[in-house]
């Protein structure tokens, strides 16, 4: 390990960052910004997602037999489904167990002693594995032989299924803007430098420095800029998610929303990730752009 | 080690800087190119370091076609050459010894070379007592011999001079171009542009001489104009 070689390089980075400290600041806050905006919302995505899955999780198609429907017909539309990958899980429910259920539901309000017999068939409760396959899994269903009608809560699985796809969509919009913006003021920020610095690149070209070491200290900034940003933001965003969100659950305790569905260890790595990854990148183009010229 | 054949120069306003020029230049010679301001001499050197190619014509330096140099190739040849201008390009915020590792440095030098080579070069520019200084602390004849320091750090087989002495008094002159004598003397092939005529009569050595682009006079112990010592011109 050659150490002066290191310690001239980091130098250089550091001779580089110190000379323009306002643009540099304006740079680590823009980061700093946008990271927040991106984590809240991947957040807000991910709690707002999985409140989401809970509901459809739960959510229970139930395939009705006809009448005449035989035992025979019965069993093997249930191995059938048994053998269906997107299927959780089948339950029986024999219409006397059926009935059992309805008195239970219905704490008595309707006489079931009325009843000369039980009008209620036969029927499968279905869990489905992916939420977003309900519809699917039901329409199959419903043309096997001995079914007479499926039934599972159509709007509620629409929408959620709905909300899952814009919010996907506007996150994916949101996060690509964000991320453009924060990359135009990085490369402005280096562009700066770069023009600071245009005696020195001239003389480094003379000498015959390759493009490639020339471009290094100033992808370093660039990456400082985007490493120390996104970390201001970290900060910002566990001082929230510790202090500020457990306020906001207790102000809206009708919503049961589980902030356990994110990985915060993981979630802070791949924002750090990407504020380097966006000052790397800014400040590729941005010194590649006047080497060219 | 440098050779130009039917060199033409055009730039892109339209100006033919450079119009069918050849020249052979040996290993170890020491040649002024000379010439009125706007000739083509600057760009010359510059076709030979690269910073500007051709329009046509073929050029050689120390084995390398650079006239069809890939991009990629450019800092390879730099490290062939060393280059030297009327003003200096030092750092300002570098010392001496800085700005002549920073060609090293740069180019991926180790540090162990870097400690060796360094002081050699400014022993050879005679500036190892001044290394700590910056170029504001210099003189103009101290901050061309850090340039010249820096052009020969790398061990270059050619040194190529544009109006070196063009900022400086004639007694620094005298002194820039003794060093550059001396440099030659220890087998470094050194082009030197200039438009000083003095110093081209006394020295003696090969003159070359653009007008409008193209070689008028090529002489072994030439003189500024051709045939003629300074004195001659004068009282002719
Ligand atoms: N980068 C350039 N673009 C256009 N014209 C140029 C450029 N550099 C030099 N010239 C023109 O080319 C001619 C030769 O210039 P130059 O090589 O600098 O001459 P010298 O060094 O002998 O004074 C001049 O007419 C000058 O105006
Ligand atoms: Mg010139």
Known sequence: MDWGKVKFFLGEVLRNFTRNAGMQATAIGTVAITIILLGAFLFVRATLAGLGNDILSQIEVSAYFTSDATPHQEAQVRAALGRDARIASVE???????????????????????????????KL????????????????????DGVANVVFPQTVVARLLALGGVLRRV????????????????????RLTVFARRREISIMQLVGATNMYIRAPFICE???????????????????????????????????????????????????????????????????????? | MISLRGVSLIYPNGVRALDGV????????????????????????????????????????????????????????????????????????KTVWENVAFAMQVTGAHTKDVMRQVPRALDLVGLAHKSRMFPS??????????????ALVNNPKILLCDEPTGNLDPANTTEIMELLLRINLKGTTVVVATHNQAVVDRMRRRVVRLEDGKVVTDEERGYYYLGLGQGQILSG
């Open chain 2, 137 to 150: 602390e210099l003189s103009g004849g101290e901050q061309q011999r850090t340039a010249i320091a820096r």
């Open chain 1, 92 to 122: 029986f429910v024999s219409k006397k167990r059926g009935l059992a259920e309805l008195r239970e539901q219905t704490h008595g309000s309707i006489d079931t002693s009325l009843l000369t017999e039980n009008p209620l068939p036969d």
């Open chain 2, 22 to 93: 050849s020249l052979e230049i040996a290993k170890g010679d020491f040649l002024f190119l000379v010439g009125h301001s706007g000739t083509g001499k600057s760009s010359l050197l510059r076709l030979l370091y690269h910073e500007q190619v051709p329009t046509s014509g073929e050029i050689i330096v120390d084995g390398i076609r650079v006239d069809r140099l890939k991009h990629g190739r450019i800092p390879a040849l730099r490290r062939h050459l060393g280059v030297v201008f009327q003003d200096y390009k030092l750092l300002t915020d």
């Open chain 1, 171 to 190: 996150g994916i919009g949101v996060i690509v803007t964000f991320l453009v913006v924060a990359g135009i003021i990085i490369s402005n920020t280096i």
């Open chain 1, 222 to 293: 660039g990456m400082l800029d985007g490493v120390l940003g996104s970390l201001i933001a970290l900060v910002a965003l566990v001082f929230a998610r510790l202090w500020l969100w457990p306020k906001l659950l207790l102000a809206l305790p009708w919503i049961q929303l589980n902030a356990t569905s994110v990985n915060g260890p993981m979630l802070s790595l791949e924002l750090v990730a990407v504020g380097a990854a966006i000052g790397a990148l800014a400040s590729w183009i941005s010194v590649g752009r006047h080497l060219r010229t």
């Open chain 1, 125 to 144: 409760r279905v869990k489905v594995v992916d939420p977003s396959e309900v519809p699917a899994v039901a329409a199959s269903i419903q043309k096997m």
